[in-house]
């Protein structure tokens, strides 16, 4: 049984461009959480998501950055026109149903804004 | 606010020493209070899960403790080993939809 995959494990991007985060959780599993790690930070709660619908998006901010958890396919982590702020590791997370405490990570997405 | 502290955020011990981590958080009523271990490129590995109507958990050389009254948690690696060099997070759940991290420990065990 597969873990929760992310793809891609690094991207760069130069500002102003977009970027696209994938992740696929855990068979069986229809809860999605994203999270955000700034250099020396810990990690910061960003959306909950189960398949077609936002539960929880009050980590996320406002502007550039959406989020979507389709009804085939990976959820999509989503940022336009990317800042040198945005840099981070971007991980992924997912439970099964309702055990919000029980989540499994994956790898992570190394962001780099040139 | 519910924050998540850990000090130090950075320790060295020598080999076949015990390992003393803390975590401390604001709010006293969490739910659980989990470890997780991250190595550098990888992911999160949960290590260990208290709830809070326990005292302690234990898996092998590990052992976590938490006191809600003093909103504080302790992890304790008996004999450590140059393989339990990593980071290793404290995670607070609330009941909400998140877990609440700590900035971590980053642990060398040197040979």
């Known amino acids: 049984n597969a873990g929760v995959m992310q793809n891609p494990r690094h991207l760069v991007r130069r500002r102003g461009q977009e970027a696209r985060l994938r992740c696929s959780p855990m068979?069986?599993?229809?809860?999605v959480y994203w999270y955000r790690q700034l250099p020396e930070e810990g990690l910061k709660f960003m959306v909950y998501?189960?398949?077609?619908?936002?539960?929880?998006e009050s980590g996320m901010p406002k502007e550039r950055f959406s989020a979507e958890f389709p009804k085939e396919g990976p959820s999509i982590l989503r940022i336009q026109q990317v800042v040198r702020g945005d840099s981070a590791a971007y991980f992924c997370?997912?439970?099964?149903?309702?055990?919000?405490?029980?989540?499994?990570f994956g790898p992570g997405t190394r962001l780099l804004v040139l | 606010k519910q924050e998540v502290t850990q000090i130090p955020a950075a320790l060295s011990v020598p080999e076949g020493e015990n390992l003393v981590l803390n975590c401390s958080f604001t709010d006293s009523a969490i739910y659980n209070l989990q470890w997780f271990r991250q190595d550098p490129g990888k992911g999160l590995t949960s290590l260990l899960l208290i709830q809070s109507s326990q005292r302690e958990q234990t898996s092998g050389r590990l052992n976590a403790s938490l006191d809600k009254s003093s909103g504080r948690s302790t992890l304790y690696i008996a004999a450590s080993q140059p393989g339990d060099s990593a980071t290793y997070l404290c995670?607070?759940?609330?009941?909400?939809?998140?877990?609440?991290f700590g900035k971590g420990n980053q642990v060398v065990v040197i040979p």
């Open positions: 997370a997912s439970s099964p149903s309702g055990i919000v405490e029980t989540q499994y």
């Open positions: 995670a607070a759940f609330y009941g909400n939809n998140r877990l609440a």
């Open positions: 068979k069986g599993h229809s809860h």
């Open positions: 998501l189960q398949k077609e619908n936002i539960i929880d």
